[in-house]
């Protein structure tokens, strides 16, 4: 109070002799940053010591000799056999590398996200949008060096904003070593790990300090869904350890002043097809759970593919979906998973977001309507 009543009286006096205009000295020259915006951004990689990336690598070759990085908890060594993922040890498999533009506004900016799309996958989704790459293990066998090579490309060639890792969840110890590498290469931007969420805590541990944006699926609510739809039991309980780990990393999603994300978490949902119970029941943890500042992107474009729509196997009386979850009356129809075999409504996707913005969340992925960036 002592001090603000000094600062008043001088400026009292000041006012007083001065000229009503107001003079350099008196230029307010603090400002108060809008949220989330950060005036400058180097990659987390960058920064950890050489003590603690030697530490990282050798966890990585460890993790591999008994593979335990993700819920499938195979155990095995992976040099000299694969797990449920079917991909080694020494090589990943990779679909596609490319500066991609299907991608959120602030990961693609202008010239692309640069894109790895690995083959192989640890979720088995019947209604997987990227079936021909994730299940089919189409692609060329890469070192993590030669991996590296290629960002070095997408980062001097393509000129890209980042390089982000398509499911990546099976491949992380082989990720790590890629970017140690990389950042002895020059890598200068930062590293997205595009995750379905099936991810250990042991994995998000080894990539900590070396991810910049997390870029999670939260895909659906309930266990007897997962196992249906997934393939996977315990997917829900996962993806709430993995999203709150991730988050405890990197925090909420910021942005520099040219609208490019540099940091930070985004969480996806594909709403799906008489399922947004579970939409709704996913933003309502992320906002009470993780962080009601967290940014979403609620998706409205799933379509049927994969093994959805396909024709039955069998006769109908005796239907057992894979996965062991007898068919009910709803589902045992003539063409496979038949309740998901359509494009999402527009208001199954409306009801979502409603129950994102009652819940308290406010940062949503959405078209421009300035034809500039959402930050
Ligand atoms: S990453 Fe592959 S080998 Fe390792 S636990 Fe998962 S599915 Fe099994």
Redesign the pocket.
Known sequence: MALLSRMRSALTARSRWAPTRCTPSFRRTLYLAPPYLLDDYIPQYQLISSIDAAKKRSLAYA?LRE??????????N?YEK??????GAETVKVNTIAPHFGEEPCFQGHNGSGSVFFS?C?LRCVFCQNHDIAHQRNGFDLTPEELAEWYMKLQETGRVHNINLVTP????PQVVLSILHARELGLRIPIIYNTSSFD?LD?IELLGGLVDIYLPDFKVWSDKTSKRLLKADNYTATAMESIKAMHAQVGDLCFTADGIAKKGVLVRHLVMPGMEDEGKEIVKWLAENVSKDIMVHIMEQYFPRAHVGKPRRGKKSDVVEPGGVQATSGTAKSVRYEDINRPVDLDEASAVRKAAEEAGLWRFVEASRHGGFNI
């Open positions: 993790h593979c335990n990085l993700c819920p499938r908890l195979c155990g095995v992976r694969t797990g449920v993922c079917l991909i192989g640890n969840e099976h491949v992380v250990s994995s």
